[in-house]
Protein backbone atom coordinates (compact mmCIF):
# COMPACT_ATOMS: atom_id res chain seq x y z
CA UNK A 1 0.00 0.00 0.00
CA UNK A 2 1.66 3.33 -1.29
CA UNK A 3 2.09 6.60 1.30
CA UNK A 4 -0.59 8.58 -1.09
CA UNK A 5 -3.24 5.32 -1.04
CA UNK A 6 -2.24 5.87 3.26
CA UNK A 7 -2.86 9.32 3.19
CA UNK A 8 -6.01 8.71 0.91
CA UNK A 9 -7.21 6.69 3.89
CA UNK A 10 -6.30 8.73 6.71
CA UNK A 11 -7.79 12.10 5.17
CA UNK A 12 -11.04 10.23 5.14
CA UNK A 13 -12.81 10.50 8.07
CA UNK A 14 -11.59 14.09 8.85
CA UNK A 15 -12.57 14.61 5.47
CA UNK A 16 -15.94 13.67 6.43
CA UNK A 17 -16.20 15.86 9.06
CA UNK A 18 -15.15 19.17 7.25
CA UNK A 19 -17.89 18.20 4.67
CA UNK A 20 -20.84 17.31 6.70
CA UNK A 21 -19.98 19.40 9.63
CA UNK A 22 -18.37 22.69 7.92
CA UNK A 23 -19.74 22.96 4.70
CA UNK A 24 -22.98 21.16 4.69
CA UNK A 25 -23.63 22.78 8.72
CA UNK A 26 -25.18 19.15 9.69
CA UNK A 27 -25.47 19.68 13.06
CA UNK A 28 -23.32 17.61 15.10
CA UNK A 29 -25.58 15.37 16.51
CA UNK A 30 -25.80 14.12 13.25
CA UNK A 31 -22.59 15.05 11.46
CA UNK A 32 -20.46 13.01 14.29
CA UNK A 33 -21.57 9.86 14.34
CA UNK A 34 -21.03 9.33 10.54
CA UNK A 35 -17.72 10.35 10.88
CA UNK A 36 -17.24 7.78 13.57
CA UNK A 37 -18.63 5.24 11.49
CA UNK A 38 -16.12 6.12 9.03
CA UNK A 39 -13.32 6.39 10.89
CA UNK A 40 -13.74 2.86 12.31
CA UNK A 41 -14.71 1.49 8.93
CA UNK A 42 -10.95 3.04 7.89
CA UNK A 43 -9.15 1.50 11.10
CA UNK A 44 -10.72 -2.00 10.85
CA UNK A 45 -10.88 -2.64 6.67
CA UNK A 46 -8.14 -0.65 5.23
CA UNK A 47 -5.60 0.45 8.29
CA UNK A 48 -5.36 -3.21 9.86
CA UNK A 49 -6.53 -1.84 13.45
CA UNK A 50 -7.66 -4.58 15.74
CA UNK A 51 -11.26 -5.06 16.30
CA UNK A 52 -10.53 -4.63 20.18
CA UNK A 53 -8.16 -1.85 19.97
CA UNK A 54 -11.03 0.15 17.96
CA UNK A 55 -13.38 -1.09 20.81
CA UNK A 56 -11.05 0.61 23.31
CA UNK A 57 -10.39 3.47 22.30
CA UNK A 58 -14.04 3.57 21.61
CA UNK A 59 -14.82 3.34 25.05
CA UNK A 60 -11.89 5.51 26.43
CA UNK A 61 -13.48 8.06 23.94
CA UNK A 62 -16.72 7.66 25.89
CA UNK A 63 -14.81 8.47 29.02
CA UNK A 64 -13.11 11.62 27.83
CA UNK A 65 -16.55 12.93 26.37
CA UNK A 66 -18.58 12.45 30.18
CA UNK A 67 -15.90 14.14 31.91
CA UNK A 68 -15.51 17.34 29.16
CA UNK A 69 -19.80 16.82 29.60
CA UNK A 70 -19.24 17.34 33.27
CA UNK A 71 -17.30 20.56 32.96
CA UNK A 72 -20.14 22.09 30.66
CA UNK A 73 -22.65 21.07 33.30
CA UNK A 74 -20.75 22.89 35.54
CA UNK A 75 -20.78 25.97 33.74
CA UNK A 76 -23.85 26.22 32.64
CA UNK A 77 -25.12 25.24 36.24
CA UNK A 78 -23.06 28.05 37.53
CA UNK A 79 -24.39 30.59 35.33
CA UNK A 80 -28.26 29.89 36.16
CA UNK A 81 -27.42 30.10 39.52
CA UNK A 82 -26.25 33.83 38.77
CA UNK A 83 -29.24 34.11 36.57
CA UNK A 84 -31.78 33.34 39.15
CA UNK A 85 -30.03 35.05 41.99
CA UNK A 86 -29.84 38.00 40.42
CA UNK A 87 -26.00 38.72 39.93
CA UNK A 88 -25.77 38.17 35.86
CA UNK A 89 -28.04 41.72 36.49
CA UNK A 90 -25.22 43.36 38.24
CA UNK A 91 -22.99 42.15 36.42
CA UNK A 92 -24.93 43.61 33.10
CA UNK A 93 -24.65 46.92 34.93
CA UNK A 94 -21.74 46.86 35.94
CA UNK A 95 -19.50 46.15 32.87
CA UNK A 96 -21.81 48.73 30.81
CA UNK A 97 -20.66 51.13 33.98
CA UNK A 98 -16.85 50.59 32.20
CA UNK A 99 -18.05 50.54 28.41
CA UNK A 100 -21.06 50.29 27.21
CA UNK A 101 -19.05 49.22 23.97
CA UNK A 102 -19.31 45.07 22.69
CA UNK A 103 -15.69 45.26 21.33
CA UNK A 104 -14.36 46.16 24.99
CA UNK A 105 -16.89 44.07 27.00
CA UNK A 106 -15.24 40.75 24.34
CA UNK A 107 -12.23 41.86 25.02
CA UNK A 108 -12.40 41.85 28.59
CA UNK A 109 -14.32 39.08 29.64
CA UNK A 110 -12.59 36.48 26.72
CA UNK A 111 -9.23 37.72 26.05
CA UNK A 112 -8.80 38.76 30.16
CA UNK A 113 -10.82 36.90 31.89
CA UNK A 114 -10.89 33.89 30.04
CA UNK A 115 -7.13 33.79 29.87
CA UNK A 116 -7.03 33.74 33.69
CA UNK A 117 -9.22 31.22 33.27
CA UNK A 118 -6.95 28.88 30.82
CA UNK A 119 -4.23 29.85 32.51
CA UNK A 120 -5.83 27.80 36.12
CA UNK A 121 -7.70 25.23 34.36
CA UNK A 122 -7.59 24.68 30.33
CA UNK A 123 -9.69 21.82 28.76
CA UNK A 124 -12.27 24.19 27.12
CA UNK A 125 -13.30 25.87 30.48
CA UNK A 126 -12.70 29.15 29.58
CA UNK A 127 -14.55 29.41 26.53
CA UNK A 128 -17.56 27.18 28.75
CA UNK A 129 -17.39 29.89 31.15
CA UNK A 130 -16.66 33.19 29.02
CA UNK A 131 -19.39 32.26 26.66
CA UNK A 132 -22.52 32.13 28.64
CA UNK A 133 -21.09 34.94 30.73
CA UNK A 134 -21.10 37.13 27.75
CA UNK A 135 -24.58 35.78 26.57
CA UNK A 136 -25.77 37.25 30.06
CA UNK A 137 -24.27 40.54 28.71
CA UNK A 138 -26.16 40.49 25.55
CA UNK A 139 -24.29 38.95 23.08
CA UNK A 140 -25.80 36.93 20.32
CA UNK A 141 -25.00 33.39 21.65
CA UNK A 142 -22.95 32.17 18.82
CA UNK A 143 -21.19 35.73 18.65
CA UNK A 144 -20.75 35.07 22.60
CA UNK A 145 -19.14 31.25 21.40
CA UNK A 146 -16.54 32.76 18.37
CA UNK A 147 -15.26 35.49 20.82
CA UNK A 148 -14.73 32.27 23.60
CA UNK A 149 -13.34 30.16 20.84
CA UNK A 150 -10.83 32.42 19.04
CA UNK A 151 -9.14 33.56 22.38
CA UNK A 152 -8.53 29.59 22.58
CA UNK A 153 -5.39 30.50 21.21
CA UNK A 154 -2.49 32.60 23.07
CA UNK A 155 -3.00 31.09 26.61
CA UNK A 156 -3.53 27.34 25.81
CA UNK A 157 0.46 26.64 25.79
CA UNK A 158 0.55 27.71 29.52
CA UNK A 159 -3.12 26.39 30.59
CA UNK A 160 -4.08 23.77 33.34
CA UNK A 161 -1.13 25.68 35.05
CA UNK A 162 1.46 24.63 31.92
CA UNK A 163 0.39 21.49 31.44
CA UNK A 164 0.72 21.39 27.25
CA UNK A 165 4.33 21.83 27.94
CA UNK A 166 5.06 20.40 31.40
CA UNK A 167 3.62 16.82 29.94
CA UNK A 168 2.71 17.53 26.91
CA UNK A 169 6.02 18.44 25.41
CA UNK A 170 8.49 16.90 28.54
CA UNK A 171 6.70 13.78 28.34
CA UNK A 172 6.66 13.50 24.23
CA UNK A 173 10.26 14.36 24.10
CA UNK A 174 11.54 12.11 26.98
CA UNK A 175 13.26 8.94 26.88
CA UNK A 176 14.00 9.06 23.12
CA UNK A 177 17.73 9.09 21.71
CA UNK A 178 16.89 12.02 19.30
CA UNK A 179 16.18 14.00 22.48
CA UNK A 180 19.27 12.80 24.30
CA UNK A 181 21.87 14.27 21.23
CA UNK A 182 19.38 17.68 21.49
CA UNK A 183 20.79 17.46 25.26
CA UNK A 184 23.96 16.90 24.50
CA UNK A 185 24.11 19.55 22.26
CA UNK A 186 22.75 22.47 24.16
CA UNK A 187 24.29 21.59 27.33
CA UNK A 188 21.03 21.35 29.41
CA UNK A 189 19.27 19.21 31.26
CA UNK A 190 15.54 17.92 30.57
CA UNK A 191 13.76 20.08 32.46
CA UNK A 192 15.92 22.85 31.49
CA UNK A 193 15.35 22.06 27.95
CA UNK A 194 11.84 21.84 28.49
CA UNK A 195 11.85 25.50 30.34
CA UNK A 196 13.43 26.97 27.02
CA UNK A 197 10.97 25.66 24.42
CA UNK A 198 8.46 26.74 26.79
CA UNK A 199 9.77 30.28 26.39
CA UNK A 200 10.26 30.16 22.43
CA UNK A 201 6.40 29.26 22.85
CA UNK A 202 5.30 31.99 24.89
CA UNK A 203 7.95 34.58 22.32
CA UNK A 204 6.28 32.82 19.35
CA UNK A 205 2.69 33.60 20.76
CA UNK A 206 3.59 36.76 22.04
CA UNK A 207 3.97 38.15 18.34
CA UNK A 208 1.97 35.88 16.86
CA UNK A 209 -1.34 37.08 19.17
CA UNK A 210 -0.81 40.65 19.55
CA UNK A 211 -3.52 41.31 16.94
CA UNK A 212 -5.85 38.54 18.46
CA UNK A 213 -7.99 41.09 20.43
CA UNK A 214 -7.92 43.25 17.47
CA UNK A 215 -9.72 40.20 15.45
CA UNK A 216 -12.01 38.86 17.59
CA UNK A 217 -13.24 42.61 17.45
CA UNK A 218 -12.96 42.71 13.82
CA UNK A 219 -15.19 39.14 13.66
CA UNK A 220 -17.75 40.72 16.08
CA UNK A 221 -18.76 43.61 13.77
CA UNK A 222 -18.35 41.83 10.78
CA UNK A 223 -20.58 38.66 11.40
CA UNK A 224 -22.62 40.32 14.45
CA UNK A 225 -22.54 44.22 13.39
CA UNK A 226 -25.58 45.84 11.54
CA UNK A 227 -23.17 47.10 8.76
CA UNK A 228 -20.78 43.66 8.56
CA UNK A 229 -18.26 45.25 8.32
CA UNK A 230 -14.44 44.66 9.90
CA UNK A 231 -13.43 48.38 9.86
CA UNK A 232 -15.61 48.76 12.99
CA UNK A 233 -13.70 46.33 14.84
CA UNK A 234 -10.52 48.01 13.54
CA UNK A 235 -11.34 50.90 14.87
CA UNK A 236 -10.62 49.50 18.40
CA UNK A 237 -7.30 49.30 17.69
CA UNK A 238 -5.87 51.38 20.33
CA UNK A 239 -7.75 49.59 22.68
CA UNK A 240 -7.15 45.82 21.52
CA UNK A 241 -3.41 46.57 21.18
CA UNK A 242 -3.28 48.08 24.93
CA UNK A 243 -5.20 45.31 26.19
CA UNK A 244 -2.43 42.38 24.23
CA UNK A 245 0.41 44.34 25.18
CA UNK A 246 -0.95 44.13 29.14
CA UNK A 247 -1.45 40.56 28.51
CA UNK A 248 1.08 39.77 26.84
CA UNK A 249 4.25 41.48 28.52
CA UNK A 250 3.58 39.13 31.45
CA UNK A 251 2.94 36.74 29.82
CA UNK A 252 6.31 36.46 28.53
CA UNK A 253 8.56 37.86 31.04
CA UNK A 254 6.77 35.08 33.72
CA UNK A 255 7.77 32.12 31.10
CA UNK A 256 11.66 33.57 30.67
CA UNK A 257 11.71 34.15 34.54
CA UNK A 258 9.24 31.81 36.66
CA UNK A 259 8.81 28.46 33.43
CA UNK A 260 5.94 27.41 31.74
CA UNK A 261 3.33 27.16 34.79
CA UNK A 262 1.91 30.44 35.33
CA UNK A 263 2.09 32.54 32.32
CA UNK A 264 -1.55 32.80 31.27
CA UNK A 265 -2.70 32.60 34.82
CA UNK A 266 -0.45 35.67 36.01
CA UNK A 267 -0.63 37.20 32.11
CA UNK A 268 -4.68 37.01 32.68
CA UNK A 269 -4.25 38.67 36.26
CA UNK A 270 -2.16 41.55 35.53
CA UNK A 271 -3.76 42.56 32.32
CA UNK A 272 -7.04 43.09 34.20
CA UNK A 273 -5.54 44.60 37.31
CA UNK A 274 -4.26 47.52 34.05
CA UNK A 275 -6.99 46.98 31.70
CA UNK A 276 -9.97 47.40 34.10
CA UNK A 277 -9.38 50.36 35.19
CA UNK A 278 -7.89 52.09 32.46
CA UNK A 279 -11.30 51.38 30.60
CA UNK A 280 -13.71 52.71 33.73
CA UNK A 281 -11.23 55.80 33.01
CA UNK A 282 -11.97 55.67 29.37
CA UNK A 283 -8.75 55.19 28.17
CA UNK A 284 -8.51 53.99 24.76
CA UNK A 285 -11.96 53.45 24.95
CA UNK A 286 -13.38 54.05 21.56
CA UNK A 287 -15.19 56.67 21.18
CA UNK A 288 -17.75 55.67 18.69
CA UNK A 289 -19.82 52.66 20.48
CA UNK A 290 -20.49 49.80 19.06
CA UNK A 291 -23.44 47.61 20.04
CA UNK A 292 -25.83 44.71 18.42
CA UNK A 293 -29.38 45.83 16.71
CA UNK A 294 -32.14 45.29 18.75
CA UNK A 295 -32.79 41.33 19.42
CA UNK A 296 -35.54 41.22 16.93
CA UNK A 297 -33.23 42.26 14.00
CA UNK A 298 -30.89 39.36 14.67
CA UNK A 299 -30.18 36.08 11.94
CA UNK A 300 -32.88 33.47 13.92
CA UNK A 301 -28.60 31.24 13.29
CA UNK A 302 -27.40 33.55 16.07
CA UNK A 303 -30.03 33.13 18.54
CA UNK A 304 -30.78 30.20 21.91
CA UNK A 305 -33.94 29.88 22.44
CA UNK A 306 -32.38 29.68 26.05
CA UNK A 307 -31.20 33.33 25.72
CA UNK A 308 -33.37 35.65 28.39
CA UNK A 309 -34.08 39.06 27.67
CA UNK A 310 -33.07 41.45 29.95
CA UNK A 311 -36.50 41.61 32.31
CA UNK A 312 -36.40 38.05 32.51
CA UNK A 313 -33.26 36.89 34.52
CA UNK A 314 -33.68 36.54 37.73
CA UNK A 315 -34.57 39.06 40.50
CA UNK A 316 -34.08 38.82 44.38
CA UNK A 317 -31.84 41.39 46.52
CA UNK A 318 -30.15 43.92 45.39
CA UNK A 319 -26.52 42.55 44.99
CA UNK A 320 -23.44 44.43 44.69
CA UNK A 321 -20.50 44.28 41.98
CA UNK A 322 -18.36 42.53 44.30
CA UNK A 323 -21.22 39.92 45.92
CA UNK A 324 -22.14 39.59 42.18
CA UNK A 325 -18.98 38.87 40.70
CA UNK A 326 -18.00 36.68 43.65
CA UNK A 327 -18.71 33.54 42.59
CA UNK A 328 -16.53 33.73 39.13
CA UNK A 329 -13.55 35.26 41.60
CA UNK A 330 -14.06 32.24 43.79
CA UNK A 331 -14.38 29.87 40.86
CA UNK A 332 -10.62 31.05 39.99
CA UNK A 333 -8.89 31.04 43.14
CA UNK A 334 -10.22 27.27 43.64
CA UNK A 335 -9.03 26.48 40.11
CA UNK A 336 -5.69 27.75 41.28
CA UNK A 337 -5.43 26.36 44.71
CA UNK A 338 -6.65 22.66 43.51
CA UNK A 339 -3.89 23.05 40.48
CA UNK A 340 -0.91 25.10 42.33
CA UNK A 341 -1.12 23.54 45.51
CA UNK A 342 0.35 19.80 45.51
CA UNK A 343 -1.85 18.62 48.78
CA UNK A 344 -4.80 19.88 47.85
CA UNK A 345 -4.33 18.81 44.22
CA UNK A 346 -3.15 14.74 44.99
CA UNK A 347 -6.24 14.61 47.54
CA UNK A 348 -8.60 15.16 44.79
CA UNK A 349 -6.50 13.30 42.45
CA UNK A 350 -7.09 9.99 45.04
CA UNK A 351 -10.46 9.87 43.83
CA UNK A 352 -10.02 8.06 40.46
CA UNK A 353 -11.97 6.13 38.46
CA UNK A 354 -9.28 3.76 36.31
CA UNK A 355 -10.23 0.54 33.90
CA UNK A 356 -6.33 -0.19 32.74
CA UNK A 357 -5.81 -1.54 29.40
CA UNK A 358 -8.97 -1.77 28.28
CA UNK A 359 -9.68 -4.96 26.60
CA UNK A 360 -5.82 -6.01 26.54
CA UNK A 361 -5.19 -3.02 24.11
CA UNK A 362 -3.14 -1.11 26.45
CA UNK A 363 -5.38 1.71 26.45
CA UNK A 364 -5.99 3.14 29.86
CA UNK A 365 -9.01 5.43 30.27
CA UNK A 366 -9.54 7.06 33.79
CA UNK A 367 -11.61 10.00 35.59
CA UNK A 368 -10.62 11.80 38.67
CA UNK A 369 -14.02 13.47 39.04
CA UNK A 370 -13.25 15.96 42.03
CA UNK A 371 -9.80 17.24 40.12
CA UNK A 372 -12.19 18.05 36.91
CA UNK A 373 -12.95 21.71 36.35
CA UNK A 374 -16.28 20.63 36.24
CA UNK A 375 -16.23 19.75 40.52
CA UNK A 376 -15.10 23.43 41.60
CA UNK A 377 -18.04 24.89 39.12
CA UNK A 378 -20.79 22.63 40.82
CA UNK A 379 -19.28 23.26 44.23
CA UNK A 380 -19.40 27.03 43.64
CA UNK A 381 -22.91 26.78 42.55
CA UNK A 382 -23.81 25.23 45.80
CA UNK A 383 -21.96 28.02 47.79
CA UNK A 384 -23.73 30.67 45.44
CA UNK A 385 -26.91 29.58 46.85
CA UNK A 386 -25.83 30.68 50.54
CA UNK A 387 -23.82 33.68 49.41
CA UNK A 388 -26.69 35.35 47.72
CA UNK A 389 -29.01 33.72 49.79
CA UNK A 390 -31.54 32.12 47.44
CA UNK A 391 -33.50 29.82 50.10
CA UNK A 392 -36.45 31.78 49.72
CA UNK A 393 -37.33 31.01 45.97
CA UNK A 394 -37.53 28.30 44.05
CA UNK A 395 -35.01 29.50 41.26
CA UNK A 396 -32.12 27.05 42.31
CA UNK A 397 -34.32 24.10 41.36
CA UNK A 398 -34.72 25.55 38.14
CA UNK A 399 -31.18 26.01 37.22
CA UNK A 400 -30.28 22.71 38.11
CA UNK A 401 -33.44 21.79 35.64
CA UNK A 402 -32.36 24.23 33.17
CA UNK A 403 -28.57 22.87 33.22
CA UNK A 404 -29.60 19.69 32.95
CA UNK A 405 -31.62 19.71 29.94
CA UNK A 406 -28.76 21.62 28.19
CA UNK A 407 -26.87 19.10 28.74
CA UNK A 408 -28.61 16.41 27.08
CA UNK A 409 -28.62 18.11 23.94
CA UNK A 410 -24.71 18.70 23.82
CA UNK A 411 -24.59 14.47 24.68
CA UNK A 412 -25.22 12.95 21.55
CA UNK A 413 -22.31 15.32 19.54
CA UNK A 414 -19.69 14.69 21.98
CA UNK A 415 -20.26 10.91 22.56
CA UNK A 416 -19.30 10.43 18.90
CA UNK A 417 -16.82 13.51 18.51
CA UNK A 418 -14.43 12.04 21.02
CA UNK A 419 -14.67 8.67 20.03
CA UNK A 420 -14.38 9.12 16.75
CA UNK A 421 -10.87 11.36 17.78
CA UNK A 422 -9.66 8.85 19.50
CA UNK A 423 -10.26 5.61 17.21
CA UNK A 424 -8.45 7.98 14.49
CA UNK A 425 -5.52 8.61 17.33
CA UNK A 426 -5.21 5.00 18.31
CA UNK A 427 -5.61 2.92 14.26
CA UNK A 428 -1.90 2.40 15.04
CA UNK A 429 -1.51 1.85 19.47
CA UNK A 430 0.30 -1.51 18.80
CA UNK A 431 2.89 0.12 16.46
CA UNK A 432 6.08 -2.07 16.38
CA UNK A 433 7.67 1.04 14.73
CA UNK A 434 7.68 3.63 17.02
CA UNK A 435 11.06 5.65 15.72
CA UNK A 436 9.30 7.69 13.46
CA UNK A 437 12.19 9.00 12.01
CA UNK A 438 12.68 5.82 10.24
CA UNK A 439 8.77 6.07 8.86
CA UNK A 440 8.73 7.86 6.15
CA UNK A 441 11.40 5.33 4.29
CA UNK A 442 9.31 2.44 5.05
CA UNK A 443 6.04 4.11 3.72
CA UNK A 444 7.98 5.04 1.16
CA UNK A 445 9.15 1.24 0.45
CA UNK A 446 4.95 0.32 0.75
CA UNK A 447 2.95 -1.48 3.26
CA UNK A 448 1.24 -4.83 3.21
CA UNK A 449 -2.70 -4.33 3.80
CA UNK A 450 -3.43 -5.28 7.47
CA UNK A 451 0.66 -4.24 8.51
CA UNK A 452 -0.38 -0.73 8.68
CA UNK A 453 -0.90 -0.50 12.79
CA UNK A 454 1.85 -2.12 13.29
CA UNK A 455 3.77 0.81 11.29
CA UNK A 456 2.27 4.07 12.37
CA UNK A 457 -1.70 5.98 13.62
CA UNK A 458 -3.60 7.59 10.91
CA UNK A 459 -2.25 10.83 12.62
CA UNK A 460 1.44 10.01 12.12
CA UNK A 461 1.30 9.16 8.57
CA UNK A 462 -0.73 12.39 7.59
CA UNK A 463 2.23 14.31 9.63
CA UNK A 464 5.11 12.20 7.68
CA UNK A 465 3.58 12.70 4.28
CA UNK A 466 3.91 16.44 4.94
CA UNK A 467 6.88 16.40 6.23
CA UNK A 468 8.10 14.63 3.37
CA UNK A 469 6.65 17.10 1.10
CA UNK A 470 7.83 20.11 2.93
CA UNK A 471 11.83 19.36 3.30
CA UNK A 472 14.36 22.34 4.47
CA UNK A 473 10.54 23.97 4.97
CA UNK A 474 9.52 21.72 7.66
CA UNK A 475 9.12 25.06 9.67
CA UNK A 476 6.53 26.64 8.10
CA UNK A 477 4.56 23.16 8.40
CA UNK A 478 5.35 22.27 11.80
CA UNK A 479 2.37 24.49 13.69
CA UNK A 480 -0.38 23.20 11.02
CA UNK A 481 0.44 19.27 12.69
CA UNK A 482 0.01 20.87 16.41
CA UNK A 483 -3.27 22.06 14.91
CA UNK A 484 -3.90 18.79 13.32
CA UNK A 485 -3.24 17.19 16.67
CA UNK A 486 -5.28 19.29 19.04
CA UNK A 487 -8.05 19.08 16.17
CA UNK A 488 -8.39 15.81 16.50
CA UNK A 489 -8.01 15.41 20.32
CA UNK A 490 -9.56 18.71 21.43
CA UNK A 491 -6.24 18.87 23.52
CA UNK A 492 -2.79 21.08 22.88
CA UNK A 493 -1.42 18.26 25.82
CA UNK A 494 -2.66 15.76 23.56
CA UNK A 495 -1.40 16.40 20.50
CA UNK A 496 1.47 17.39 22.08
CA UNK A 497 1.93 14.12 23.36
CA UNK A 498 1.69 12.77 19.81
CA UNK A 499 3.53 15.30 17.96
CA UNK A 500 7.18 16.58 19.86
CA UNK A 501 9.10 13.71 19.11
CA UNK A 502 8.60 13.92 15.66
CA UNK A 503 8.78 17.13 15.37
CA UNK A 504 12.04 17.05 17.06
CA UNK A 505 12.91 13.69 14.51
CA UNK A 506 11.96 16.10 11.81
CA UNK A 507 13.94 18.48 12.95
CA UNK A 508 17.15 16.61 12.85
CA UNK A 509 16.61 15.15 9.73
CA UNK A 510 16.68 18.52 8.26
CA UNK A 511 20.00 19.23 9.99
CA UNK A 512 18.65 21.50 12.66
CA UNK A 513 20.71 21.41 15.97
CA UNK A 514 19.54 21.98 19.36
CA UNK A 515 18.13 25.27 19.03
CA UNK A 516 16.81 25.08 16.02
CA UNK A 517 15.00 21.74 17.20
CA UNK A 518 13.59 23.82 20.29
CA UNK A 519 11.61 26.24 17.55
CA UNK A 520 10.41 23.31 16.00
CA UNK A 521 9.12 21.95 18.90
CA UNK A 522 7.90 25.10 20.02
CA UNK A 523 6.04 25.74 16.56
CA UNK A 524 4.29 22.29 17.31
CA UNK A 525 2.96 23.61 21.00
CA UNK A 526 1.83 26.93 19.26
CA UNK A 527 0.10 25.10 16.70
CA UNK A 528 -1.67 23.04 18.72
CA UNK A 529 -3.06 26.14 21.01
CA UNK A 530 -4.74 27.79 17.61
CA UNK A 531 -5.88 24.54 16.67
CA UNK A 532 -8.54 25.16 20.18
CA UNK A 533 -10.32 27.38 18.13
CA UNK A 534 -11.72 24.71 15.46
CA UNK A 535 -11.61 21.02 17.35
CA UNK A 536 -14.80 19.89 17.42
CA UNK A 537 -14.95 18.97 21.25
CA UNK A 538 -14.55 22.91 22.16
CA UNK A 539 -17.01 23.94 19.45
CA UNK A 540 -19.41 21.32 20.42
CA UNK A 541 -19.28 21.71 24.44
CA UNK A 542 -19.13 25.79 24.46
CA UNK A 543 -22.30 25.61 21.95
CA UNK A 544 -23.79 24.07 24.32
CA UNK A 545 -23.45 26.00 27.75
CA UNK A 546 -25.35 28.56 25.49
CA UNK A 547 -27.60 26.68 24.15
CA UNK A 548 -26.55 26.16 19.97
CA UNK A 549 -26.68 22.60 19.27
CA UNK A 550 -26.80 22.30 15.82
CA UNK A 551 -25.16 25.22 14.88
CA UNK A 552 -21.85 24.15 15.17
CA UNK A 553 -20.32 23.90 11.35
CA UNK A 554 -21.76 27.44 11.01
CA UNK A 555 -19.33 28.45 14.17
CA UNK A 556 -16.47 26.38 12.20
CA UNK A 557 -16.53 28.06 9.48
CA UNK A 558 -16.36 31.45 11.22
CA UNK A 559 -13.41 30.34 13.40
CA UNK A 560 -11.41 29.10 10.46
CA UNK A 561 -10.47 32.65 9.63
CA UNK A 562 -8.46 33.39 12.68
CA UNK A 563 -7.40 30.07 13.13
CA UNK A 564 -5.77 30.31 9.77
CA UNK A 565 -3.82 33.24 10.71
CA UNK A 566 -2.38 32.21 13.79
CA UNK A 567 -0.75 29.08 12.25
CA UNK A 568 0.22 31.09 9.27
CA UNK A 569 1.54 33.67 10.95
CA UNK A 570 3.36 30.91 13.66
CA UNK A 571 5.34 28.80 10.34
CA UNK A 572 6.88 32.44 8.77
CA UNK A 573 7.81 33.54 12.44
CA UNK A 574 9.41 30.45 12.81
CA UNK A 575 11.21 30.06 9.40
CA UNK A 576 12.46 33.75 10.55
CA UNK A 577 13.37 32.74 14.01
CA UNK A 578 15.29 29.50 12.48
CA UNK A 579 17.24 31.52 9.81
CA UNK A 580 18.37 33.95 12.19
CA UNK A 581 20.36 37.38 11.42
CA UNK A 582 17.58 39.87 9.27
CA UNK A 583 16.00 36.60 7.34
CA UNK A 584 13.49 37.43 4.66
CA UNK A 585 10.97 35.73 6.58
CA UNK A 586 10.77 38.59 8.91
CA UNK A 587 9.65 40.07 6.12
CA UNK A 588 7.32 37.77 5.27
CA UNK A 589 5.67 37.62 8.60
CA UNK A 590 5.13 40.98 8.84
CA UNK A 591 3.60 40.98 5.38
CA UNK A 592 1.19 38.33 6.68
CA UNK A 593 0.16 40.60 9.50
CA UNK A 594 -0.15 43.53 7.42
CA UNK A 595 -2.16 41.06 4.48
CA UNK A 596 -4.73 39.74 7.52
CA UNK A 597 -5.15 43.41 8.77
CA UNK A 598 -5.49 44.23 5.05
CA UNK A 599 -7.73 41.43 4.53
CA UNK A 600 -10.30 42.77 7.35
CA UNK A 601 -10.26 46.59 6.23
CA UNK A 602 -11.01 45.31 2.67
CA UNK A 603 -13.74 42.72 3.54
CA UNK A 604 -17.18 43.74 3.85
CA UNK A 605 -20.27 41.99 3.60
CA UNK A 606 -23.64 43.28 2.36
CA UNK A 607 -26.04 45.13 4.43
CA UNK A 608 -29.24 43.56 5.43
CA UNK A 609 -32.14 44.51 3.22
CA UNK A 610 -33.93 47.12 4.48
CA UNK A 611 -30.74 48.51 6.26
CA UNK A 612 -30.22 52.16 6.20
Do not use: C
Amino acid sequence: MSLGLLVFLALFPLATVALFLVILRWPARHAMPLAYGVAVLVALVFWGTEPHVVAAASINGVVLALNILFIVFGAILLLYTLRESGAIATIQDGLAGISPDRRVQAIIVAWLFGSLIEGASGFGTPAAIAAPLLVALGFPAMAAVVSALIIQSTPVSFGAMGTPILVGVSHGLSGQEVTERMLQQSGLEHAAYIAHIGVQVAMIHALVGVLVPLIMAGMLTRFFGARRSFREGLRAWPFAVFAAVAFLVPYYLVALLLGPAFPSLIGGLVGLAIVLPAARMGWLVPKQIFAFEPREQWDPDWISAQEPRREQVGGGRPLGQLEAWAPYVLVAALLVLTRAVPPVAEWLQAVELRWPDLLGSGITASSQPLYLPGFVLVVVSVLTYFMHRMWKRGGYVRAWTRAGGTLLSAGVALLFAVPMAQVFIHSGVSAELKDLARLGATLAQGVAPGEVARVASMPDVLAQAVAQLAGDAWPLFAPFIGALGAFLAGSNTVSNLMFAYFQISTAEQIGLGSAGAAIVVALQAVGGAGGNMLTVHNVVAASATVGLTGREGHIIRKTLIPAGYYTVAAGLLGMALISGGLSPWYAAFALWLALSIGFMVLNQGQRPTGYR
